[in-house]
């Protein structure tokens, strides 16, 4: 209805010199001057859902008017269908297509995504996925997923860890020279499962002993090498040594024998303190237990008159050569 400002507004008590209060309402004034007494858009929860929107209750609502023509705005399930009424409709005709988070298997759906189907909220936990969502799949969650996450930092060599005649390339991930090296990982860990692989360079496996594997701060590279103390396990070749294990100086029967272009995968679990390593993705079995601490993944080479083309880690930032054993990530990085 339109009234007019100077118009008496009537209280409960009928005194029209005390103050009127408008519940629902606000006083719109035109360019003109003339004002009106609106009513606020009401929600309305509970809407029956329409034909196009599937059955049952939909999950709220909101009423309003625009060009003299009422809508009611329905939330039905994941969609929202704006549709026109009167105060004498019984039904509601969809007159706007759905615009809601309806899960679709033609749709690519990033982590974080959301999607809701059959009223409960699914958030998308791995990437390009076309799974249905459910609560038991491996694919979806019920609980929200952030889909913004903190930047991944891969490992590398650390060149100022890097020792002797070593020589890093390939965004230091390469050690070479024909000369004796060593060097360990940017990151180390302490706890989880964690996989990343070799790849062995040319070497002369009579005139170079070679050792892959693992270390800890305290290893003594400059003097000692990956193996000959304490601080570092190796999977070790060349020089006669064939696929020993070594610790401590100590050398033991352990793998097959590798050579040049073969991969070498390390599998270290920090939550039970093994090491285990593969090679050219066959497992040799765990190579030490009761690891503690925090371990970086090293490296060395001890030459005696031969060439070396190196060793080159691959830490995750690219595609691995071998599927990681199950429970594993997938490179050391944080």
Known sequence: MKISIASDLKTRTGAPDKDARIKNGYIEVA?????????????????PSVSGGGAGQGQGGIGFSNGGVSYLITIVGDTANGSAMTSSSTSITPSTASVGTTWSSSTTYAIG??????????????????????SSSSYWSTTF???VYLPITYA?????????????????????????????????K??????????????????????????TSLADLANSQIGFDIYGWAYAE?????????????????????????????ALDMDTGIVQFYLNNVGQGIAY???????????????????NDGITANFGETAFTYTP????????YT
Not at 33 to 40: D, K, P, V
Not at 156 to 182: C, E, M, Q, R
Not at 195 to 208: A, C, L, P, R
Not at 241 to 256: A, E, P, R
């Open 190 to 215: 302490s706890s989880g499962k964690w996989y990343w692989e070799y790849t062995i360079g040319q070497f002369d496996n009579v005139n170079n002993f070679m050792m892959l594997g693992i270390a």
């Open 113 to 134: 995504d959301h999607v809701v189907v059959n009223f409960v909220d699914y958030w998308a936990s791995a990437a390009s996925t076309s799974q249905t969502p459910s």
């Open 156 to 188: 590398t060599w650390n060149p100022a860890d890097k020792t002797f005649y070593g020589v890093l390339s390939a965004n230091n991930l390469t050690i070479h020279d024909a000369n004796t090296y060593a060097v360990r990982s940017t990151i180390s």
């Open 289 to 307: 237990s009761g690891l503690s601490g925090s371990i970086f993944a090293g490296v060395g080479n001890i030459s005696y008159g031969g060439t």
């Open 325 to 332: 054993p199950s429970g594993y990530n997938s490179g050391l």
């Open 238 to 266: 060349g020089s006669g040594i064939n696929g020993n294990k070594l610790h401590n100086s100590v050398f033991s029967n352990y793998g097959s024998i590798y050579a040049p272009n073969d991969v070498i995968g390390v």
């Open 31 to 47: 360019a003109d001057g003339s004002a009106a007494l609106r009513r606020r858009p009401s929600v309305h929860g509970g809407v």
């Open 145 to 147: 997923v952030p889909s």
